[in-house]
C-alpha cells in the first residue's frame, strides 16, 4: 500500500465535484460576473469536448516500455513497468482511466501529478493519482523540489526530491508548459474571462428561452396599486406566461392593464454569435481543431479529407503533449540504469491510418523496398504475425546502386560480305 493509500480513501477521485472544485484557483468574479468554477467551465460543451478529446486520444493510445538494441528498439514486455502502463498502473484503475485524469488535470491545471509506489529494492509496484490543486511545488535553499500535498483531513504529506542518482522520484510530475522549470501554467485559470463570457452567455441564452424568448416589459396600469395588489398580478403573469410551454398563450389582462415591451428587440438578441465566438476561443486556448468540437466552417486551414485533419491533430495537438508524457514517464520512473537502456513511447501509428486503398499503396511502397516486412505489416493492421519466415524483407531485384550500373557498348555487328542488299552496311 503506498504511503497516501489509508488517509486519501479513494472515494475522493470518484468524487467529480470535490475532485474538481479548485481547478482554476480562486473564486474571484470575472468581468462579465461569473464566478468560474469546475463545474461551470466543463459545464460549457465546448470545454468538455476539448478537454475530453485530447484526454482520451491520450488515454486509448498504447504507452509502452522499449529496450535499445544495436539497430533500433524492440518492446520490452518483460520490464516490471510495461504492465503498469499499459494495463494496470494499479488495483483499482486501468491505463487509460489513469492516463486521461491525469491529461484531464494537465489541461486544466497545467500538472498531473502521481504518487509512486514502490517495492523494498526500489521498482514502481502502483501509481496513485493525486488531485493537482491539493499539491504545491516549491525549491528549497539547496535546490530540491518539494512537493507538499494537503489530505482531506487538513493534513500534510511531504517529499524532497533531490537527484535520481540519489533517491528514485517520489512523485510522476507531469508539466504542461510552464515559465519556472519545475510547475506548468493553468491554461484555463489565465484565461477565466473567457470561461466566464462563455457562461455568462449560455446563462443568458437559458434564462432568454425561459422568457418564451421574449425581452422583458412591465405592465401599465391606469391607477395606483397597492403592494400587495403588484404582487398578485406580477405573480399571475408570470404563472402564465414564462417559459417555454407557456410561450404564445393567450394572456386576459382586466381593469385596463396593458402589456408594455422593453428591452432589446428579437434581431438584436446575439447570443449564438457570442457563443460561437466563446466555442472558437476556447478551442484555441486548448489547442484543438474547431471542428473537432463542433465549430465546422465552411473552409478550414486544418486541411481537407479526414485523413489530413486526423495527421494535423495529432502533429500540434497530441505530439506536444505525447513528448511531455514520454520523457516525463522515463525521468520518473526509470532508474538511472534503466533511463540508459530503456525509452518509454506512445504508439501511434494506429492514428496515421488512411483508408484501404492509401493503407495498400502504402504498404506496398514499403514492402517492395524493404522497409517493412510482412509481419510488420500485420502488427500494423493489429493481425497476428507468421512468425520468423515473416520477418525476412525484400527488395525488388532490378535495383542497384548507380555506382555499379553497367557501361553501355556500341553492338558488334559483322564485316560487310558485299551480298547485302543496296543500302543495306
Known amino acids: 500500500m503506498s504511503l497516501l493509500g489509508g488517509l486519501l480513501k479513494r472515494a475522493t477521485f470518484r468524487d467529480p465535484s470535490d475532485a474538481l472544485r479548485h481547478v482554476f484557483g480562486g473564486g474571484e468574479p470575472t468581468a462579465s460576473g461569473v464566478t468560474v468554477t469546475s463545474e461551470k467551465a466543463l459545464g460549457i460543451p465546448a470545454v468538455y469536448a476539448a478537454v475530453s478529446l485530447v484526454a482520451d486520444a491520450v488515454g486509448a493510445l498504447p504507452l509502452k516500455v522499449y529496450e535499445r538494441v544495436d539497430n533500433g528498439k524492440r518492446e520490452d514486455t518483460a520490464h516490471p513497468l510495461s504492465s503498469l502502463l499499459h494495463q494496470l498502473p494499479n488495483p483499482e484503475m486501468t491505463a487509460i482511466e489513469l492516463r486521461s485524469a491525469l491529461q484531464g488535470h494537465l489541461m486544466l491545471r497545467g500538472n498531473g501529478y502521481c504518487e509512486i509506489e514502490r517495492d523494498g529494492s526500489g521498482r514502481v509496484k502502483a501509481l496513485w493519482p493525486l488531485l493537482p490543486h491539493q499539491m504545491q511545488v516549491t525549491r528549497d535553499e539547496q535546490r530540491n523540489l518539494v512537493y507538499l500535498y494537503r489530505l482531506p483531513d487538513g493534513r500534510d504529506v511531504k517529499w524532497t526530491w533531490r537527484n535520481p542518482a540519489i533517491q528514485p522520484a517520489p512523485i510522476l510530475h507531469l508539466r504542461g508548459f510552464g515559465y519556472d522549470g519545475y510547475t506548468g501554467y493553468s491554461p484555463l485559470t489565465l484565461h477565466r474571462e473567457t470561461i466566464g463570457l462563455a457562461h455568462a452567455a449560455k446563462e443568458y441564452g437559458a434564462r432568454f428561452f425561459s422568457n418564451a424568448g421574449r425581452p422583458s416589459g412591465v405592465l401599465k396600469a391606469p391607477g395606483q396599486l397597492s403592494d400587495e395588489a403588484r404582487l398578485r398580478l406580477k405573480a399571475a403573469w408570470d404563472a402564465t406566461t414564462r417559459g417555454l410551454s407557456n410561450a404564445h398563450r393567450v394572456a386576459v389582462l382586466e381593469e385596463g392593464i396593458e402589456w408594455q415591451q422593453v428591452g432589446m428587440e428579437p434581431e438584436d438578441a446575439q447570443m449564438l454569435l457570442t457563443l460561437d465566438y466563446s466555442d472558437g476561443q476556447i478551442a484555441t486556448l486548448l489547442r484543438v481543431p474547431p471542428h473537432m468540437i463542433g465549430q465546422v466552417k465552411p473552409s478550414t486551414s486544418w486541411g481537407t479529407g479526414i485523413e489530413a485533419q486526423q495527421t494535423m491533430f495529432l502533429q500540434y495537438s497530441l505530439m506536444p503533449w505525447l513528448v511531455r508524457w514520454e520523457q516525463a514517464a522515463a ?38 523496398r524493404g522497409v517493412f516486412s510482412v509481419n510488420d505489416i500485420l502488427e500494423l493492421e493489429d493481425r497476428n504475425t507468421i512468425g520468423p519466415k515473416g ?8 535495383l542497384m546502386p548507380l555506382g555499379e550500373m553497367p557501361v553501355e557498348t556500341e553492338p558488334i555487328r559483322p564485316a560487310p560480305t558485299g551480298d547485302e542488299p543496296e543500302g543495306v552496311m
Open 331 to 368: 525521468r520518473d520512473l526509470l532508474s538511472v540504469k534503466g533511463f540508459a537502456t530503456r525509452s518509454i513511447k506512445f504508439v501511434v501509428q494506429a492514428m496515421l491510418r488512411g483508408d484501404l486503398t492509401s493503407r495498400s499503396q502504402f504498404y506496398q511502397t514499403m514492402y517492395d
Open 391 to 398: 520477418d525476412v524483407r525484400y527488395v525488388m531485384g532490378n
